[in-house]
């Protein structure tokens, strides 16, 4: 069975700086997926970044940044230029093709002022 | 485009009285289905998913249950409500590579 381990339960950044969020995963699988989803205090969970494991290269979407190291089975996710907006809890999510998700413990991010 | 309905946003029930929440999906077919639970300030627990209709498979056992009479409607239940189940309740759905979320149901028993 697939496990995702987020080891940090809680990170604090100031604004602007730049922080890691870290998530390891545990699978036979070849093919999958990895996402991390952010959720605010509305919990309404919202997609931030997305990466195919047959993808080499890493996925990047404006200040998010995954660093994929497949052989290792790590995924972490890069925020750039933290904004106070940007204070959630942030789950990592492991899929295989059309399979249910597996979710991380989540991590909860504080962006300070 | 694909849209997740989940209703009621909010809800406060008695101990002991019956539940239902309820989940729809809009602009697609043959979705997988999920319910979760979360903990406040913790983590997703899969409850139930669904890969077609009358299909369920529960990952916890528990006191409630699932069922999805159509395609794209799955529906939360429970005949008597416990306190431990207070929680806030997600329903989810992907396909292939995509997947979205409800916006929450709040439960609070009490």
């Known amino acids: 069975a697939q496990t995702v381990t987020q080891s940090q339960p809680e990170m604090s950044v100031q604004e602007a700086e730049t922080v890691t969020l870290s998530c390891t995963y545990d699978?036979?699988?070849?093919?999958?997926?990895l996402f991390w989803y952010k959720q605010p205090p509305s919990r309404q969970m919202i997609l931030v970044i997305r990466q195919e494991a047959y993808k080499q290269q890493n996925a990047t979407e404006n200040r998010f940044s995954v660093n994929f190291q497949k052989a290792a089975k790590s995924f972490s996710l890069k925020i750039s230029d933290s904004q106070l907006g940007d204070t959630a809890m942030y789950f990592c999510?492991?899929?295989?093709?059309?399979?249910?998700?597996?979710f991380g413990p989540g991590t909860r991010l504080s962006v300070l002022p | 485009s694909q849209t997740i309905h989940q209703w009621p946003a909010t809800l406060v029930q008695p101990v002991g009285s019956p539940l239902s929440l309820e989940c729809t999906v809009e602009g697609t077919s043959n979705p997988n289905l999920y319910w979760y639970r979360q903990a406040a300030g913790r983590g997703l627990q899969l409850l139930f998913y669904?890969?077609?209709?009358?299909?369920i498979s529960s990952e916890v056992p528990q006191n409630l249950s699932a069922s999805r009479p159509q395609d794209r409607q799955f529906i939360l239940s429970s005949k008597k409500l416990l306190l431990s189940d207070s929680g806030f309740y997600l329903c989810a759905w992907n396909r292939d590579t995509e997947a979205f979320f409800g916006q929450g149901t709040r439960l609070t028993v009490v």
């Open positions: 999510a492991f899929m295989r093709y059309g399979q249910n998700f597996v």
């Open positions: 669904s890969v077609g209709i009358g299909q």
């Open positions: 699978t036979s699988e070849n093919n999958y997926y």
